[in-house]
C-alpha cells in the first residue's frame, strides 16, 4: 500500500521516467521521417520520368499533327501516312467493349454484393473474379482465338474485339461496383425497407444512385485499359496495316441502320504505332510519337467526360 490515502481526491502517482520509452519515441520519428523522404523520392522520380516521356513524345508528335494526318490512310511513305482508319476502330471497338462490359459488369456486381447468397460457391466466384483482374492480357486474347474466332465463329472482327475487351475489363468493373455498393451506409437500405420498398426498388432508386460515382470510377479505369491493350487484339487478329474503313453504321434507306460494320477488319491505334515503332527511320518513329499523342488525347477525353457526370452525381448525395 503507497501513503496516498484512499479516496482523498489526490492526483495518482505519475508514472516512473523511462529512457527506454524515451528512445523508442525518437527511433520511431526518425523512420517516419525517413519513410516520408522516400515516398517523396519515389514519386518525385516517377513525376520526372512521365514528364521526360509526354516531353519527348510532344517534341516528335506534334509537328506531325494536321489534318492530313487524322484523314488519311496509312501508307508507306511516312510524310503521307495518316491515322484514318486506327482512330476510327478504335472509337468502334471501345463502344462495343463498353456496351457489352460496362452492362454485364454492373449487373454482376450488384448481384453479388445485393442478391447473391453467402456460401461456398459464391465464395469462389469472388475468389476468381479478383484473380481474373490480374490475369496478363494475352490471355485473354487467346481465349477469344479459341472461343469466339474459331469456336463461335465471330471472325477477325470488330465484335471479337470489342468482345475480348469486355471480357478484360470485366473484372475491374465488377469489382469497382462491389466496392461502390458496400460504401453505401446499410442505414440508407433499412429506410427505404422500413417504408415498404422491395428490395428491387431499394437497390434501384437508393443504392445504385448513391454508389453510381463509384461505379464509374471502375469504368474509367476499365475503358483506359481496354483503349491502350495490344497484345490480345494482336492475337485474334487485328491488322497492322489497313486503308479502308468499315461499313457506315447509317444508311439512308430503310432501317437506317447498319450492323455491317460490326464484322469488318479492323486496326487501333497502338497497334498503328507499333507498326510505326518497327519500322527503321526517324518519319515512321514521328508517326508512332503523334499517334500516341491522339490515344493519350482520346483516353483523356473520355475520362473527363465520365469524371464530369461522376462529380455531378457526387454533388446529388445526401449523405
Known amino acids: 500500500m503507497t501513503e ?50 509526354l516531353l ?75 484473380n481474373l483482374a490480374g490475369v496478363p492480357s494475352i490471355i485473354f486474347g487467346l481465349l477469344a482465338l479459341g472461343l469466339f474466332v474459331y469456336g463461335i465463329g465471330t471472325g477477325r472482327s470488330i465484335f471479337t474485339a470489342g468482345l475480348t475487351l469486355a471480357l478484360l475489363i470485366l473484372p475491374i468493373i465488377v469489382v469497382a461496383t462491389r466496392e461502390a455498393i458496400r460504401a453505401v451506409p446499410d442505414a440508407l437500405r433499412d429506410a427505404a425497407l422500413a417504408i415498404g ?10 443504392v445504385l444512385p448513391a454508389a453510381l460515382p463509384g461505379i464509374l470510377t471502375g469504368v474509367i479505369i476499365g475503358t483506359s485499359r481496354a483503349l491502350g491493350e495490344t497484345a490480345p487484339l494482336i492475337t485474334i487478329g487485328a491488322l497492322t496495316f489497313i486503308a479502308f474503313l468499315p461499313a457506315p453504321p447509317v444508311k439512308t434507306e430503310f432501317p437506317f441502320v447498319s450492323f455491317e460494320w460490326l464484322w469488318d477488319g479492323f486496326t487501333v491505334l497502338p497497334i498503328q504505332a507499333f507498326n510505326w515503332v518497327s519500322r527503321p527511320g526517324d518519319d515512321f518513329h514521328a508517326n508512332a510519337a503523334a499517334a500516341g499523342i491522339v490515344l493519350l488525347f482520346i483516353t483523356l477525353a473520355l475520362n473527363a467526360v465520365a469524371i464530369y457526370f461522376r462529380y455531378r452525381l457526387r454533388r446529388k448525395l445526401q449523405w
Do not use: C, M
Not at 197 to 206: E, G, L, M, P, S
Open 197 to 206: 420498398a422491395t428490395k428491387w426498388q431499394v437497390t434501384r432508386d437508393h
Open 56 to 130: 519527348d513524345l510532344a517534341v516528335q508528335g506534334i509537328p506531325r499533327l494536321s489534318l492530313d494526318f487524322f484523314f488519311n490512310f496509312p501508307s508507306r511513305r511516312a510524310s503521307q501516312a495518316g491515322i484514318l482508319s486506327a482512330w476510327v476502330g478504335s472509337l468502334l471497338v471501345i463502344f462495343v467493349t463498353a456496351l457489352i462490359g460496362v452492362p454485364l459488369g454492373v449487373a454482376s456486381g450488384i448481384y453479388l454484393e445485393e442478391y447473391a447468397p453467402k456460401n461456398v460457391l459464391t465464395n469462389i466466384i469472388e475468389i476468381n473474379i479478383s
Open 4 to 53: 496516498t490515502a484512499i479516496g482523498t481526491g489526490s492526483a495518482p502517482a505519475a508514472r516512473p521516467f523511462r529512457p527506454g520509452a524515451v528512445a523508442r519515441n525518437r527511433r520511431r520519428r526518425i523512420a517516419e521521417q525517413i519513410f516520408r523522404v522516400i515516398g517523396i523520392l519515389a514519386t518525385f522520380v516517377g513525376l520526372v520520368t512521365l514528364a521526360a516521356l
